[in-house]
C-alpha cells in the first residue's frame, strides 16, 4: 500500500540518500508558537538556546515570533548568530579557551554581548576581552542549584562574584543566571531571595533572572523575581521530551530517515544511521531512537555506521531497502551531526536549512 | 614548574582556544610504520579505515608507507578520498541509501569501487549503479561470524549471492569480507573454507578474503586464505586500544586539549569538552577520557558542553583555567565531531589537517 510519506521517502532518499535529517516547518511554527505563549502567560521574556538548531533562519522565526533575543551555548555559535545580524546574545557558559584566543575580544568589538561566570578566572578574561574591545562585558553570575554542573553553590559566592565585576571598569553585572533541576524551584527561589539581599547591599540590581530548559516550561512562572527563560529542545523535541511528558509524538518536528541495510538474521536488522547519526546518548531511555513505522522495535545498540535493530517484537518486520523515520533520544546533539537539514511541510521539501553553527565546539 | 608542555598549551589556547584536537605526527608515523610491518610480516596486505582519521593527507601518509588501498565506511568518504586522487577504495558497508541518490553511480563512473553486500536488495542497488556508470562494480560478500552486525550468517548464503553476483553483468565477484570477534578466529575459519568450496563449485575464486579491526591485529596470519587486513583505529590509537591491550599511552597520537572552566565545588570541576566533543561513546569503560596530567580524576558525565569532573581521587586537583590533555575513549567518533587536527611534532605546532571526510553521512 502507498502512502503519502512513501513518495515523500522516495523523493528525499533520490535527492539526499539516508540518513537524512528532516524537519517539519509546520510542526517547528507550531512549537515555536507554543514557547511564547508560554513565556508571555507567565510574563517571562523568551530566550530560546539555538544549541537545539544552530540555524539562524530557524533563530530568526523564534525573534519574529516574540523572543526578546537568543541563548548560545559556545562563543562560535555566537559568531555564526551575530554574522546573520542578531545583536541580543547571552553565551550560557564559562569560555575560558575562546577568550584566551582572542575571539571573544574581536566579537565583543562587534556586539554588546552577555556571558555568564561562575568564578574569578572567567571573569579576568572577560575584562580583558571588555579592555581590549573598548566596551565592557556583561557578566550574569552563574548560580546552582542541584544540577551539580557549572554555578556557584551559594549565593554568598554569587554576590562576592558580583562585587568583583561591579569593581571592574571592564565588566558589567548583568544578573543571575541558573539552570534549576525541575524538582529544584523552591531551593532557586531561596538561593535568589538571599543573593538579591547581599546584592542590594552593594548597591546591584539583578536586571536579568534566568532560568532554563524545556523540562522546565512547567515551572515557568513559579520564580519570583525571574525575567527570562532559556528553552531550547521545545523547537523540535524528541522521545527525551515525550519521557518527560512535555511533548507527544506529534509535536516531534524532527525525524531521521534511515535505510534498513541488512537483515541478516531473522529477529535483527541494520539501519544505515548509527553512532554517527544519533550519537550514543541514550538520555537515560531504553534503545537510540523511536521508530514511527515500527514502535515495537527497538534500536538496541550503535556502532558509528550502524544502528543495530531488534526485531523480535515485530509482527511484521521491515524489510532490506525500508525507509524508516526515527524520533532521535537526543535532538540537540543529533542535529549537531547534521550538515543540513531538510525542510519539509507535511510531505513537500520545501527548504534546505544549513545548520551553520553546528561543530562550533570553541 | 612551566614544562615545555606548558608553552605548546599556551600557543594552541591562543591560537585556537579549547577544546582543540592535537595529533603527535611523530606518533602518528610511528604507528602508521607498525602497522604496516605488521601486514608484511604476516604476509597480508594492508588496507586502513579511514574512518579513523578522515584525512586524504593522513590516509596518503599510509599508502605511502605500503598500504594497497584504504577502505571508506561511507560513499561519502569515498568520494573525498577519491577527490585528493586515492583509486583503489573498498567501501566496507552496504550503502543503500547512497546508491539510490545516484551518488554511487557518479563516483564509480570516476573510479572502480569495490564494495560489500550482504543482501540482494543491495546488490541490485550496485547493479543499477554499475550500469549508469557502465562500469561494472566489484562485489564483496560480508560475512558474520559473531558480531551479530551485518554479514550473511552462513557460508550457502555468501555462495548464493556470490551467484547473483556473477549472474550480473554490471557486478563483478571481488571475494569475502569478514569482522571477526577477536575470539573468533576459529569460527571464521570454518566459515571461510566452507564458503570457498562453494564458490569453487560455482566457478569463483575469492581474489580478496578481507579482515578487519586493531584488536584483531594480534590475529594477523591466523585465518588461511586471508588476503588483507582493515584496520583504523591504530593510526592514532585511543583508550579503549589500551584496555584492549593493543596500545600504551606512548602510542595514543590523539590528544584532546581542554580547559577547566568551573571548579564550583571542592572534588568536582567542569571542562570545556563534553559530548559534542568527546561524543558518550563510553566503549565500555568507566568515564570518557583519560587525563594526562591527572589520571586518577574521572571525567564521569557528559553534557553536550560540559564534562563532569570527579576530583575526589586528586590530591592536587587541577584549577580553573588548566588546560588538560585527554586522550578520548574512542578517537574515531571524536575525531568527527572537529572540522580540523592540530598537529605537533612533540611541541611544535606544525600543520592544521581539515578533517574532509567528516560528517559524511551518506
Known amino acids: 500500500m502507498m502512502t503519502a510519506n512513501d513518495g515523500l521517502k522516495q523523493e528525499l532518499i533520490e535527492q539526499f540518500g539516508t540518513p537524512c535529517a528532516v524537519i517539519d516547518l509546520d510542526i517547528v511554527d507550531r512549537n515555536i508558537a507554543h514557547l511564547q505563549s508560554l513565556c508571555d502567560a507567565a510574563g517571562i521574556a523568551n530566550r530560546p538556546h539555538i544549541k537545539t538548531h544552530k540555524s539562524p533562519f530557524l533563530a530568526r522565526r523564534q525573534l519574529d515570533a516574540g523572543a526578546i533575543g537568543i ?35 574581536a566579537l565583543q568589538r ?9 568564578n574569578p578566572v572567567s571573569l579576568a578574561a572577560y575584562a580583558e576581552a571588555g579592555q581590549a574591545a573598548e566596551r565592557p562585558v ?24 558580583a562585587q568583583i565585576i561591579r569593581d571592574d571598569p571592564w565588566l558589567e553585572f548583568g544578573g543571575l543566571m541558573f539552570y534549576p533541576p525541575v524538582d529544584g524551584w523552591p531551593a532557586t527561589q531561596l538561593f535568589l531571595d538571599s543573593a538579591r539581599g547581599g546584592l542590594g547591599e552593594l548597591g546591584l540590581v539583578a536586571d536579568i533572572i534566568s532560568t532554563g530548559g524545556t523540562p522546565n516550561l512547567v515551572n515557568l512562572g513559579r520564580l519570583d523575581g525571574a525575567t527570562e527563560h532559556r528553552a531550547g529542545t521545545c523547537i523540535f523535541n524528541d522521545r527525551m521530551m515525550m519521557a518527560a511528558g512535555v511533548a507527544a509524538i506529534g509535536d516531534c518536528a524532527l525525524n531521521i530517515f534511515t535505510s534498513v541495510v541488512s537483515r541478516a538474521g531473522e529477529t535483527r536488522g541494520i539501519l544505515d544511521a548509527g553512532s554517527k547519526t544519533f550519537t550514543s546518548d541514550t538520555g537515560g531511555l531504553d534503545g537510540f531512537g523511536l521508530i514511527r513505522e515500527h514502535p515495537e522495535a527497538r534500536i538496541h545498540k550503535m556502532a558509528e555506521e550502524h544502528g543495530f535493530l531488534d526485531l523480535s517484537g515485530c509482527k511484521a518486520p521491515p524489510a532490506v531497502g525500508d525507509i524508516m523515520r526515527v524520533v532521535p533520544n537526543h535532538v540537540c546533539v543529533a542535529v549537531n551531526m547534521f550538515d543540513q537539514l531538510v525542510a519539509v511541510r507535511g510531505n513537500d521539501i520545501v527548504d534546505v536549512l544549513p545548520v551553520a553553527a553546528r561543530g562550533r565546539l570553541v
Open 138 to 161: 556583561r557578566v550574569l553570575v552563574e548560580c546552582d542549584t542541584g544540577q551539580k554542573r557549572a554555578g556557584v553553590e551559594t549565593p554568598e559566592e554569587a554576590v562576592a562574584l
Open 71 to 105: 541563548t548560545c551555548q559556545k562563543l562560535g555559535e555566537a559568531e555564526v548568530m551575530a554574522e546573520a545580524g542578531i545583536e541580543n546574545i547571552l553565551i550560557a557558559t564559562n569560555i575560558i579557551g575562546a577568550a584566551r584566543s582572542g575571539r571573544l575580544a
Open 110 to 118: 562587534r556586539i554588546p554581548l552577555k556571558i555568564c561566570a561562575d
